[in-house]
């Protein structure tokens, strides 16, 4: 058996820095095989850096990250086959967060190339080329923390709440029946807007992964993928077969060998031409994701809400649903994003636990419960607090007062798990 | 009182002298009118006479100059406290006695009453009389001629005196007065001078064929041992058993060879075992014979040092009777002779210092060092590659064996090598996981070296050892000028050596070393250990004056009285940059410019100096060291003003719980000097003298300082996470509190201007004398006018408060004010708001001056119980946490970060933090029997960081809401 080393780098750049050579790429990410000679960085130093690493576990040492001042690097062996790098901005987090953006990437090959390639790798040039599949994927995994959902933080999947979904709900039940597979979901705008019940019963990996899967590929009218269901069914193929509803709305079905992409493509029309209307009127509700019923402080600029038992997220950081060019002082919406994911990294892993996997390790060291944290800045305050299986995170303006913070956020909260549209 | 001798003028000493003099002819220091009020002996006379008087540490001088001196009572001394309250009533005597000869009479008199354990107090009233006698004559000298006495007199005159009391006196006593040896009593020779060398035989220098023990152990390991002439050993019937009996000695190191370049192998040191098989010269040749090709421990048992009479050595000179302040410039004859002084005799610095320090013995720590799987490395890319052996890189490493980690050095270097190359900057950690222990590890990359620390994460947390990292950089800045120079240098070998087995034994918490409290654990250590500062003890005003004004004295270098003519008119030898003090572990006084204060504190954590006056008394510590501060000789200096370039000294003297640092500068306006000098026997004697000062009774420094840490009234109370659960309430609860402030419905500014006109009113309402004015609010009074250096409403304001408080090093610290010596009682002081008091803990640190403050063990067990623990747990980890945010708030400043943007950019987010805040819920378990739940406790834990970084951390339970703001505010302004 080869054992072959991917080793992938992903560099976030800040918004500020465009000096260095090596980052003039278009694209924010960059993705490397390591037999290959890619750009600025030459072979031997991608070379030693995993031989660093192999050096260290022929000594019985596990080299597991590495910062300097504003990088962090972290490596890690997936199916004793491959060896994931990953080069990042230092997140000064918890290693917990790179190692679930590792653990999302090796999953995202078995997703595409099933088990059996990635772990026993038998011809390297084959695999090299059997990979490549993946490389679209991987890009939207490494997205940057501006632009991309949280689904690949939070290790749960994205979703919107619009007060259509219980129609929604039984328009999808139905042609999921009709193409015989328990497997269904809407997708609004690169977030679950319904699912049928054995979807959700999928793992959080997978949630996420098939969520970003659709999100990576080209806009099409309809495509039908294999794919491998990495936690559940890594060995046996899929299908995964997506139709266009309308622009940004897709819905797609996991079946066997049958129906064929043909068969069912007339099916969609019949069945969700009822439901246009319904899915426009979620499709305008993308930037703030949850019902306009629902009214929140004035103050808050952003919040996610997460559900370590059903693998569900909520975010909205436009909730007053403004005009972005009307921000005027507060933070822009890509800061409120970045403001938000930073935050979540902080608490996550050090203070609280979630489905990210290894975040219990930090929160375990203390005796009692941490349930709620804050820390307020020159500029903008954030709040947290968990309650059950929710945590919800929050941003806030300056002009709060801090201790209002408190009462306002555990108000949120209670405003959007009560709220009969929204099932979070 | 701020007192930067090193950032005035360029000054004329002399006009500096006569200025002070006159100025201390118009105000009297404080301790001065005390004495006078209760019509003492004014106490600046003791300063005169003490620099002669115990001179131990005069031999122990090393060759470069440099000095660790400490000699320790014994810990387990159980008469400590009758000996002290003897003293006192000795003291008592005297100072309501007449100062006259009956009184050494009459303690001549009480000596061979004395058992034999009192033996310290016989010197110390040797010590006494000689200063009456002293000043008995000086004043008579004085009279005779008007001028001023001459050292040498004294001198003589002491030694009469010495001879008069050793009549009657055991020989010990007459015997340690010359030399005054540090090891008689405590330290057996068995315990304290064997040290274990670990030594690789070079086995290539070895040649076939029959050579004696003594020549393979020359080539083997570069040792010569004495040679003896079997001839001259008699009769061969008494050979065997001479040659059993006698003792192998080193009589020098083969330069270049391995034993000299340890640096722990002297002249004289006694060869007792090879690989902890015992060694004699009947078995010498036999062992030498068989060595592996493996490191081999050597075991050696260095010679007493402990005076002429007791010399077992004929190369040891008789002692040169040490001549009193002459030397203090570095073409004296008592400093040329200095190194014809047996300096070799005494064990190396190193074991010896850990010794004294911890009190524990070699082996023991070394193993439970080598248990804790730590290193502290410093490797190099660039080897000679004509060596074939494979540990080239490794320059230095500690400890001795190697480990895992020092298996797996390749791996630190490749990695440092290679990052940078990818992420443009250099490597500051990483972690790694070995059977299990997850391992964190420090780098610093100079030039092609590496400095490497690491250490297991349990032990030590990450962000801990990051901040050890950089304060061991520091110290090993500020105690060799450079780090690649102290560690390329081989002499500084044993040194290091001293300084990481104690900074990791002390990092590492050795439960054998590191005596924890009933009170501190695991966590609070790391989390002290975090904050890079001293630990401040806050006394009364009129204490902390007094500090400022002896201190200050002792700065002004006003030596005019005690200088012999000749040398009265030269510049000083040194120039007095500051000087600080501490009691126990904690800092009472600095007179140190900050960084500097933090260089000197540096300095003493990481020989654990303050552990070890805080576990023991010590009879006398005296450190002599050349310093580098990171500040001096950078260009930061103010404009217009060019700091001096001189050389700086450290000098600490410890006595009893009490340690004095001083920061000595040669050059610059004093005399300067182009040699090394030792210990300026002059400035170690004023120093002792102002540590005298400080214990005479009336300053009384001691007590105080006990006073403050037994009591406790003085601190912002504290409550039990236990008793808020159970619902007691405590007898805090009943006594009075401010008046509950609104903490809700004001931003935060108003709420500051709310708090300060809540205290205005207070301080009105006080001077005011109204009838509703509790203890609490006249405290408020009289606070107030401390704040605003307004002496209306202080009651106590004639005493001297002309010290403007405001210009002060330590704005800090008006946190808590013990009053021990005044009528007024200062009762607890809440800092959070509602009726009740929900704090359970805080710490402040000001960063800038690097001190933080704290409740005293005394506070923090007032408020002891199981649930209490575990919220003080948490409350440290919580902190490190919140440190870590802050610290990113700190890197952020760094101008650097702009001009060099780096390729991965800078995560903004939270670089303007104020503040941070975890909520804890602890659930008790439900006991079978009841069906209702348990109540819950939530706590919340907030650090705060303001504009002029200054930290403050909390920890106080959730039923009234608090604002950090205001606790905070509370906290560092007193109430």
Not at chain 2, 310 to 338: D, E, F, H, W
Not at chain 2, 362 to 384: A, E
Request: hydrophobic share 35%.
């Amino acid at each position: 058996m080869i054992s072959v080393v991917v080793v992938f780098f992903y560099y976030i750049f800040s918004r500020r820095i465009t000096i260095e050579p090596t980052c003039i790429v278009q694209t924010k990410i960059k993705t490397f095989l390591i037999l290959k000679l890619i750009l600025q960085l030459p072979f031997p130093v991608i070379g030693s850096l995993n031989g660093v690493h192999m050096f260290g576990s022929s000594h019985g040492v596990s080299l597991q990250s590495t910062t300097t001042d504003d990088a962090k690097i972290v490596w890690k062996v997936f199916h004793e086959s491959i060896t994931l790098i990953a080069v990042s901005q230092d997140d000064d987090a918890d290693d917990c967060h790179m190692n679930n953006l590792l653990n999302l990437i090796a999953s995202a090959l078995v997703l595409l190339c099933g088990i059996d390639e990635v772990s026993n790798i038998k011809n390297v040039e084959r695999f090299k080329k059997e990979v490549k599949v993946c490389m679209q994927l991987v890009d939207r995994i490494l997205e940057s923390p501006e632009t991309s959902g949280f689904s690949q933080l939070t290790n749960a999947v994205d979703i919107i709440c619009a007060p259509e979904n219980a129609i929604l709900q039984n328009f999808l039940d139905a042609f999921a029946e009709a193409a015989e597979s328990g497997f269904g979901c809407l997708f609004v705008e690169r977030k679950v807007c319904v699912a049928t019940k054995k979807w959700w019963s999928m793992s959080a990996n997978e949630l996420v992964l098939l969520n970003l899967l659709l999100t990576s590929l080209t806009p099409c009218s309809s495509r039908d993928i294999p794919v491998f269901l990495p936690d559940t069914q890594p060995a046996i193929p899929h299908r995964l077969m997506t139709f266009e509803l309308t622009r940004n709305i897709e819905v797609c079905v996991i079946c066997g060998p049958s129906p064929s992409l043909a068969e069912l493509e007339p099916e969609v029309v019949r069945f969700w031409k009822p439901a246009y209307d319904s899915l426009r009127t979620v499709g305008r509700l993308s930037p703030r994701n949850f019902p306009t019923n629902i009214a929140l402080d004035h103050n808050l600029l952003g919040f996610l809400l997460v559900n370590k038992e059903t693998n569900r997220c909520l975010h909205s950081v436009n909730p007053s649903l403004e005009d972005p060019s009307h921000l005027g002082e507060t933070l822009s919406i890509h800061q409120r994003k970045e403001v938000l994911k930073t935050f979540y990294k902080k608490m996550v892993g050090n203070f609280f636990a979630s489905s990210v996997s290894g975040s219990e390790m930090g929160p375990a060291e203390f005796s009692h419960q941490p349930m709620e944290s804050y820390i307020t800045t020159e500029t903008h305050k954030c709040y947290t607090l968990q309650s059950g299986p929710y945590q919800i995170f929050t941003l806030y303006t300056d002009s709060i007062p801090t201790y209002a913070m408190r009462s306002v956020t555990q108000r949120t909260l209670s405003y959007l798990t009560k709220d009969k549209n929204v099932s979070v | 009182m701020a007192y930067f001798s090193g950032n005035g003028p360029f000054y004329d000493p002399d006009i500096e002298n006569k200025s002070l003099k006159e100025n201390s002819m118009q105000n009297p220091p404080l301790y001065e009118q005390r004495q006078r009020a209760t019509g003492a002996r004014p106490a600046p006379e003791t300063r005169k006479s003490l620099d002669k008087v115990q001179e131990g540490w005069r031999k122990h001088v090393h060759k470069q100059g440099d000095l660790f001196y400490v000699e320790v009572n014994d810990p387990a001394q159980g008469q400590l406290n009758s000996y002290q309250g003897f003293r006192d009533q000795e003291v008592n005597n005297v100072d309501n006695g007449d100062l006259s000869d009956e009184y050494v009479s009459l303690q001549s008199v009480q000596y061979p009453t004395l058992t034999n354990g009192y033996s310290d107090t016989e010197k110390r009233n040797s010590f006494r009389n000689n200063n009456r006698g002293k000043e008995h004559n000086n004043n008579h000298i004085q009279l005779q001629n008007g001028k001023k006495f001459k050292p040498k007199i004294l001198f003589s005159d002491r030694k009469n005196e010495v001879d008069s009391h050793s009549i009657g006196d055991s020989p010990s006593l007459s015997r340690s007065i010359g030399s005054y040896s540090p090891s008689q009593q405590q330290n057996s020779p068995k315990s304290s001078k064997i040290k274990h060398v670990y030594l690789l035989p070079n086995l290539r220098n070895c040649r076939n064929g029959e050579n004696s023990g003594i020549v393979l152990c020359e080539r083997l390991f570069g040792i010569i041992l004495c040679q003896y002439n079997s001839k001259s050993l008699g009769n061969s019937g008494n050979l065997e058993r001479i040659v059993r009996d006698r003792k192998v000695i080193v009589q020098d190191v083969v330069p270049g060879s391995g034993a000299e370049l340890c640096g722990q192998i002297h002249r004289g040191d006694m060869l007792v075992c090879v690989d902890d098989e015992e060694i004699s010269w009947l078995n010498l040749d036999l062992i030498f014979r068989s060595v592996p090709n493996t490191q081999m421990k050597l075991t050696f048992q260095a010679p007493l040092v402990v005076g002429p009479k007791q010399s077992q050595n004929q190369r040891i000179p008789p002692m040169v009777p040490p001549k009193p302040y002459l030397n203090s410039g570095s073409n004296s004859p008592a400093l040329s002779s200095t190194p014809t002084l047996p300096v070799k005799k005494r064990p190396p610095m190193g074991e010896d210092i850990l010794y004294l320090v911890t009190g524990e013995e070699k082996p023991g720590s070394s193993v439970f060092i080598r248990n804790c799987l730590c290193t502290v490395m410093y490797l190099t890319l660039d080897t000679p590659d004509n060596q074939d052996s494979g540990k080239d890189d490794i320059l230095y490493h500690f400890p001795a064996d190697c480990n895992k980690l020092t298996e797996i050095r390749g791996l630190f270097l490749t990695l440092c090598g290679v990052v940078p190359d990818i992420t443009g900057d250099q490597v500051n950690s990483c972690a790694m996981d070995y059977e299990g222990v997850k391992i964190n590890m420090m780098f610093l990359k100079d030039g092609q070296d590496l400095f490497v620390l690491g250490a297991p994460e349990s032990r030590i947390p990450p962000f801990t050892l990051s901040v050890l990292m950089s304060e061991l950089q520091q110290t090993i800045w500020v105690l060799f000028g450079s780090i690649s120079s102290a560690f390329r240098t081989p002499k500084n070998r044993s040194q290091l050596d001293q300084l990481f087995s104690l900074a990791l034994h002390s990092a590492l918490q050795n439960p054998e070393i590191i005596h924890h409290g009933s009170l501190t654990s695991h966590a609070s250590k790391a989390y002290a250990d975090s904050l890079t500062g001293a630990r401040k003890l806050n006394l009364s005003d009129d204490n902390k004056l007094l500090c400022d004004e002896i201190l200050s004295e002792f700065e002004a270098a006003d030596f005019d009285d005690y200088l012999e003519e000749s040398r009265l008119h030269e510049r000083r030898s040194y120039n007095i940059l500051g000087s600080c003090l501490f009691y126990k572990d904690y800092l009472l006084c600095s007179h140190l410019q900050a960084d500097e204060l933090r260089d000197v504190h540096l300095f003493i954590k990481h020989h654990c100096l303050l552990h070890l006056v805080c576990r023991q008394t010590v009879e006398e510590l005296v450190i002599w060291r050349e310093v580098y501060p990171k500040g001096r000789g950078q260009e930061s200096s103010p404009p217009g003003y060019p700091q001096p370039r001189g050389r700086c000294y450290l000098l600490i003297v410890g006595r009893k719980h009490l340690l004095l640092s001083t920061l000595l500068e040669v050059g610059g306006c004093s005399k300067s000097s182009g040699t090394v000098s030792g210990p300026d026997p002059f400035y170690v004697g004023q120093a002792k003298a102002t540590l005298l000062q400080f214990e005479s009774d009336d300053t009384n420094i001691r007590e105080s300082c006990e006073n403050r840490l037994n009591s406790e009234l003085h601190g912002p109370s504290l409550v039990s996470a236990d008793s808020i659960l159970t619902g007691n309430k405590t007898k805090k609860d009943d006594l009075i509190h401010l008046t509950p402030l609104k903490p809700q419905g004001s931003p935060r500014i108003r709420q500051i201007e709310d708090t300060e006109a809540e205290l205005i009113s207070h301080g009105r309402g006080s001077t005011a004398g109204s009838d509703t004015s509790t203890p609490v609010m006249r405290r408020q009074g009289s606070k107030m006018s401390y704040g605003s250096n307004d002496s209306s409403g202080s009651a106590n304001s004639n005493k001297g408060k002309q010290v403007s408080k405001v210009g002060s090093t330590f704005d800090i610290n008006s946190l808590h004010h013990a009053s021990i010596t005044e009528d007024r009682i200062i009762h607890n002081i809440k800092v959070t708001s509602g009726s009740d008091n929900v704090l359970f803990h805080y710490i402040s640190f000001d960063t800038v001056e690097g001190v933080y403050l704290g409740p005293t063990p005394q506070e923090l067990a007032a408020s002891q119980g199981a649930v209490q623990y575990q919220v003080l747990q948490n409350f440290y980890k919580a902190c490190l946490h919140i440190r870590k945010v802050f610290q990113g708030k700190l890197a952020s400043k760094n101008p650097n970060s702009i001009d060099d943007p780096s390729r991965f950019g800078h995560n903004w987010c939270f670089d303007t933090t104020q503040e941070h805040g975890v909520l804890f819920r602890h659930t008790p378990l439900a006991p079978h029997d009841s069906k209702k739940a348990p109540p819950t406790l939530h706590y919340w834990v907030v650090g705060r960081i303001s504009s002029d970084m200054r930290e403050v951390y909390t920890c106080f339970h959730e039923a009234v809401p608090q604002s950090a703001v205001e606790i905070a505010f509370r906290l560092g302004f007193g109430s």
